[in-house]
């Protein structure tokens, strides 16, 4: 009981502390990306192997710069903003050698008739305008500066063409681009955010964010992206409510 009361007093409380209105909050991100194929496309059948080889897959960087904007009022904030995301996978020559020979031909990465080259550890791109809509939810109150945000939305996404890197470092041409992979997507977006309230107008963020994509980046073979980030940013509060007594 005595904790149950201890819960409700933070909810309440951030009411008392929230500093309502608009604000802007630019926000950098940085951490690991990997993708999910599932087995129903062309790289699946005829010559081409088993799902096995997916084991060669390893995560590489993957980043995310955006400009939000959004409005609190007491525990409750609606944000959106623009942004640039970077998702996609690495892997030895082996995965990419079965899988992506096709490809890479088509890119003009490797010669149509040349073999399969030893290309180490290949690297493959994905690269993304978006438009976040995240509703956050202001659960703990800390102290007077500290606050515990959790929100959740979704990431409209503008896809663009890939970027590889094998051997050399290759763009996508627009139209194998159009021919393998959707334009457009959308990325669920779970995001854990602490907040400190340096003073009346400004305040620091940082926490952790989630990415999984809910529809496919490729067409063939049904490419899910997925990322593990962690946030940094600053919000500027246009208006300030003071605390109450």
């Not at 096995?52 to 897959?57: A, E, I, R, S, T």
């Not at 904007?69 to 942004?83: A, C, N, Q």
């Not at 490797?110 to 399969?116: E, M, R």
């Not at 180490?120 to 606050?147: F, M, S």
Request: some cysteine; aromatic content about 16%; hydrophobic content about 35%.
């Amino acid at each position: 009981m005595k904790i149950l009361s201890t819960l409700l007093l933070c909810l309440c409380s951030s009411a008392l502390f929230a500093q309502n209105g608009f604000f802007l909050q630019p926000e950098i991100a940085a951490g690991a990306g990997n993708v999910h194929w599932t087995s129903d496309g062309i790289h699946w059948t005829s010559n081409l192997p088993s799902p096995k080889y997916l084991g060669f897959k390893h995560t590489l960087f993957s980043y995310q710069g955006t400009l939000d904007v959004g409005y609190k009022t007491g525990k409750w904030e609606f944000i959106t903003g623009l942004g640039y995301f970077t998702t996609g996978y690495s892997g030895s020559d082996a995965i990419f050698n079965f899988t992506d020979k096709y490809m890479y031909q088509g890119i003009g990465l490797i010669g149509a008739t040349k073999d399969y080259p030893e290309l180490g550890e290949a690297k493959t791109y994905n690269r993304h305008i978006i438009l976040p809509v995240k509703v956050g939810c202001q659960l703990v109150q800390l102290n007077d500066r500290w606050t515990f945000t959790p929100q959740l939305g979704a990431e409209f996404s503008y896809n663009m063409p890939r970027v590889f890197i094998a051997g050399g470092r290759k763009t996508e041409s627009e139209e194998h681009f159009k021919s393998t992979c959707y334009r457009y997507s959308v990325f669920g977006l779970t995001q854990l955010n602490f907040e400190y309230k340096a003073c009346a107008h400004i305040a620091f963020i940082a926490g952790l964010s989630f990415h999984y994509s809910l529809t496919p980046l490729v067409r063939d073979h049904q490419e899910f992206d997925y990322a593990t980030l962690v946030n940094f940013g600053m919000r500027y509060n246009f208006k300030h409510k003071a605390k109450q007594p």
